[in-house]
DNA sequence: CAAGTACGCCAG
DNA sequence: CATCGCTGGCGTACTTG
């Protein structure tokens, strides 16, 4: 070992020559690790150093060493009591005796309290209280465990069958949970805190879970828009915005404001999904495609696949007749449903109404009335109209029913398309005499069948592809059939273009803009018909244009078989949006409802036991000009739209992993909580549960080592940017795991790429190769040479082909425990802030005077340069315009000169962990920025910055990772400050 | 030029 | 009182290294 704490390569050399492959692998891999047990907080990382061969063992006991004596430095500045360390470096160790555990702390505690001088009588308010605590609190489960052990109390991290705890702690429980606990004394954190206040256990009932009543949720009074505070907004369609004298009427609160449920309240979610059509037709087709796909996997196991190998396709499309409406007026047989205008809608019919109309009978069309439209609009077409409630479960029995009588014609295949309407595919039934005859027979029996069923009519539409069938639909519509089997050109040359799918108001409204400038009627088929397909690609692209020739020419190949590829009918990504409802008066009431959708998410993630790598936020703000209350009834009203998406090193389904993400991207957006107005969180790149565990070891063990040491490179001490390594990481993989999946890394790497690539173009994720790789990088170029002749002695192909761009994340693990840490890194080119600087002006926004600068100036000054000295902010200001984004960053360029670590994961190493939970003391401290918490260095980093880029303003990737700090500091501030 | 991000569009 | 404006997939434009 050398002084500078790096092997000698000699003796490196010999050494790994000892080692078996698996042994050398995790070497190279435990070295990050090992460069993390500098933490005190890793202290079972440090108990796995019994099974390392000595020599491994020495060289990270060495490395860690001295960065512990770095900490203890660090923390002996002004701290009083710095030998004991910290209340987080002890509960972060995963204990394996937590009672033992628990009363070594009791000691540590009295001791640090006789240090400083403190009273060291021990509380007995929680005596004979045993508590465990469920789920995400507030305060942290680790802070719970404090407060209960110091005053008396047990705490166990998991429940016995036994049933040991007296107590259990949650503030919300899921109705799995809630049964499962209905024995128990559920009480929310409060009673902790309150029985410590007053000294004495309060009773458990006044804080009892059950009987949480939220009726104290009330419409908070809302600061007016500072520039445009304008009235309710009565234009029919949000299309224009004009100016109003009117100042906003304040919404009064209703005092018991029971009937007002907003996004502030935590049931807002599950009330606004139970009365969500569109939710629920969302819904309903992703269980009905997933429900299908597994039987016809099971089906494809026990007899094989059948390809339909039919060179003439005989595809069936079956929709029921303005389904919501149809059904709804089953209950109402006072209803001439025939001759009466009848919609589905919420609020009954009232003139005014703004409620959406989800479907409308045949009688309401002759009006004009449409789907989608508004009921005060509809009322004016047709003032006779009659509103009908929705009937979501007769919808549900409806389509069952349906799809029972489906499956019973044995097609030879079935896609449901929604809860009301689904594709058949029924070459096979039908036989090459009489095939008129035999569709028409088919369809006739098919409806009279359904009606009889369900009382409800279809109609079918029948020919030979799927685009053919949907438009044989439309013209059998309603309660009819029709066969497409002739004079397809006819056929399709006066239907509107707008009746193709995938032909929107967009795209009609290019047509006629940029291809028939001049026609003044609605543009049909026959008309697309006559232009040349490269004139198409020119307007659209090439798939969109080559699309709409091929469909006006009536090609369509689209699949409807899913076994053929059941790939391409399995769920990609999990989302869910929320863009009514939305008002917040705070980013802490945001935070809380971006927890509450993660947990939804994940929800559906556990359910699909499935993991994300990416999580996308996407929000609607409210358009500068529109109205702050829209005409609808907590309605999105006029919005911009902004989404910013985040990488995952490590997959997660864990809520707060996501909600932490979002939180981040939320304040990387930069919307005045106030102007909010749509929430979407979405989670993409999704992977196999457990085989994300196959991948998170190598991730989660790759960190920097410490390449300065290692070469012996000089350090600069007094330099604010070097790396103390003072983050901390802590391992959810139990150490058995880690040389069989180790060992397994080699050989079936390459076939899990191969499947991986052919399931998805894209590379969903970097595989462990990549991380190897990455490893290599981070050692000195001498020892890399020598490990690759080794590894290549061996046959072992680590980290030689890798993909032409690498991108590693770090992140932190929960573990169930919810005590263990995980690092998250952004590779340097992800996401770079300017985007969404860029993209403003261009957004969909009628304002659209906005000068560029402004925009800019606008995103910068609200996300970093508040935080700057003013006369900073203005240079910056000034400058900025002046900025060339091809510069290097500063940071590279003061890492080049080793003045900061020579690492790429510059965003890296912060603790989510410590964001989520409010032992502020403790970890607050856990935030770094270029790998220092301390505000001195970090000042002096700041103060070099400023002092570098005066004249050409920041690099923007440098904006970018000072505003992630920013936003991880004032997480922390918003729900941890004491 | 391959791959990534942001965002738009569409269907029910 | 209102009202419950979802969601997944695909395509394009543009950036980046
Ligand atoms: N903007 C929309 C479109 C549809 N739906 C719901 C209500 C419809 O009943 C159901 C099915 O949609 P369809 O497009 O099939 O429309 P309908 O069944 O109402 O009428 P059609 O006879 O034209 O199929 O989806 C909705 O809530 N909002």
Request: with cysteine.
């Amino acid at each position: 070992m050398s002084q500078d704490g790096g092997p000698s390569e000699s003796s490196f050399r010999d050494y790994m020559s000892t080692l078996e492959d698996d042994e050398l692998i995790e070497l190279i891999t435990s070295w990050s690790q090992k460069r993390k047990a500098s933490s005190p907080k890793a202290a079972d990382i440090n108990t796995n150093d019994a099974d390392q061969p000595s020599h491994s063992s020495s060289l990270s006991f060495q490395l860690a060493q001295e960065d512990n004596e770095e900490s203890v430095d660090d923390l002996g500045g002004d701290d009083k009591g710095p030998i004991f360390g910290d209340y987080a470096s002890y509960f972060a160790t995963k204990a394996q005796n937590q009672q033992i555990e628990d009363e070594k702390f009791l000691e540590w505690n009295k001791k640090r309290q006789q240090v400083q001088g403190q009273d060291t009588k021990v509380s007995s308010i929680f005596t004979g209280c045993v508590v465990h605590v469920n789920g995400y609190t507030r305060p942290s489960i680790a802070t719970i465990h404090k407060l209960i052990i110091l005053n008396g109390g047990k705490f166990i991290h998991h429940l016995s069958s036994k049933g040991a705890a007296t107590h259990i702690i949650a503030e919300r429980l899921t109705p799995r949970k809630q049964a499962e606990f209905k024995n128990y004394k559920v009480v929310r954190p409060q009673w902790v805190l309150d029985s410590i206040e007053r000294g004495s256990l309060q009773r458990w009932s006044d804080y009892s879970l059950i009987e949480v009543d939220y009726g104290q949720q009330r419409l908070q009074f809302r600061n007016e828009d500072q520039t445009n505070p304008h009235a309710k907004q009565d234009d029919e369609d949000e299309s224009e915005i004009g100016p109003s004298t009117e100042p906003m009427s304040e919404i009064v609160d209703t005092t018991d404001g029971t009937t007002t449920i907003d996004s502030k309240h935590p049931d807002f979610l599950k009330q606004f999904f139970a009365k969500s059509r569109l939710h629920h037709l969302s819904t309903w087709k992703a269980d009905l495609r997933l429900e299908f796909l597994n039987m016809v996997i099971e089906q494809s196991k026990s007899q094989g696949h059948m390809p339909t190998g039919a060179s003439h396709r005989i595809i069936v499309h079956v929709d029921f007749d303005c389904f919501f409406a149809t059904v709804s007026a089953l209950k109402r047989p006072d209803i001439d449903f025939q001759n009466q205008p009848v919609c589905v809608s919420h609020g009954g019919t009232k003139p005014g109404s703004t409620a959406d109309i989800a479907s409308c009978n045949y009688v309401c069309r002759k009006y004009g009335v449409k789907n989608g439209m508004w009921v005060r609009q509809a009322k004016k077409l047709c003032p006779d109209l009659i509103c009908l409630d929705y009937d979501f479960l007769g919808y549900e029995t409806a389509s069952k029913k349906l799809y029972e009588i489906l499956l019973g014609l044995k097609p030879d295949c079935i896609l449901p398309v929604s809860i009301d309407e689904a594709l058949l595919e029924i070459s096979s039934l039908i036989d090459d005499e009489n095939t008129v005859e035999q569709v028409q027979g088919f369809c006739e029996s098919l409806r009279r069948e359904i009606y009889e069923q369900t009382r409800c009519t279809v109609s079918v539409g029948v020919s030979h592809n799927v685009l053919l069938a949907k438009l044989s639909l439309r013209k059998a519509k309603p309660n009819g059939y029709f066969y497409l089997h002739e004079n397809f050109e006819e056929f399709l040359h006066n239907i509107p273009v707008s009746s193709l799918p995938g032909v929107g108001g967009a795209i009609v409204n290019k047509l006629i803009s940029q291809v028939f400038p001049h026609s003044s009627s609605e543009i049909t088929i026959g008309e697309i018909q006559g232009l040349e397909r490269a004139n198409l690609e020119k307007v659209f692209g090439v798939k969109t244009g080559t699309k709409l020739f091929e469909y006006a020419h009536g090609i369509d190949h689209t699949s409807i078989d899913i076994n053929s590829n059941p790939e391409a009918f399995t769920r990609k990504s999990i989302s869910i949006d929320i863009n009514w409802g939305i008002r917040f008066d705070s980013i802490a009431q945001i935070d809380e409802f971006l927890f509450r959708v993660s947990e939804e998410i994940c929800n559906k993630l556990q359910l699909m036991k499935m993991c994300t790598s990416q999580v996308t936020l996407k929000i609607l703000k409210r358009s500068k000009g529109a109205p702050i209350e829209p005409p609808k009834f907590l309605g999105c009203g006029q919005c911009d739209s902004f989404s910013k998406s985040s990488r995952l090193g490590i997959p997660s389904d864990d809520y707060r992993t996501i909600g932490m993400e979002a939180r981040i991207l939320f304040r990387n957006i930069g919307c005045d909580p106030l102007e909010l107005r749509g929430v979407s969180i979405q989670v993409t790149k999704l992977i196999e549960k457990g085989k994300e565990v196959q991948m998170r070891l190598p991730f989660a063990r790759l960190d920097a080592p410490k390449t300065a040491r290692l070469e012996g490179k000089e350090q600069h001490s007094d330099t604010p940017m070097e790396d103390k390594s003072m983050e901390t990481t802590q391992l959810e993989i139990p150490s058995e795991l880690d040389s069989s999946v180790l060992r397994e890394l080699p050989s079936s790497i390459e076939k899990r790429i191969d499947a991986q690539r052919q399931r998805d173009k894209a590379p969903i994720v970097d595989l462990p190769r990549d991380i190897d790789a990455q490893v290599f990088e981070q050692l000195p170029p001498s020892i890399q040479e020598e490990l690759r002749s080794e590894l290549r002695r061996r046959n072992i192909t680590i980290g030689e082909r890798t993909p032409k761009r690498k991108r590693v994340y770090y992140q932190q693990v929960f573990t169930r425990t919810g005590a263990s840490e995980v690092i998250r890194i952004i590779s340097p080119r992800k996401s770079p802030s300017k985007s969404p600087l860029k993209k403003s002006p261009t957004k969909k926004s009628p304002v659209k005077d906005v000068k560029r600068r402004e925009t800019k100036v606008a995103k910068v000054d609200e996300d970093v340069l508040n935080e700057l000295p003013p006369s900073l902010r203005k240079e910056i200001l000034e400058e900025w315009d002046e900025y060339e984004r091809t510069n290097m960053t500063e940071f590279d360029r003061l890492r080049e000169r080793g003045k900061l670590p020579e690492t790429k994961f510059h965003n890296s190493a912060n603790s989510i962990e410590s964001l989520v939970m409010d032992d502020f003391e403790c970890k607050i401290n856990l935030i770094m920025f270029q790998k220092t918490s301390q505000p001195s260095k970090i000042i002096k980093l700041v103060d070099r910055w400023m002092k570098k880029t005066v004249e050409k303003g920041p690099h923007h990737r440098d904006l970018e990772l000072f505003q992630t700090y920013l936003s991880k500091l004032n997480i922390i501030a918003i729900h941890c400050m004491p």
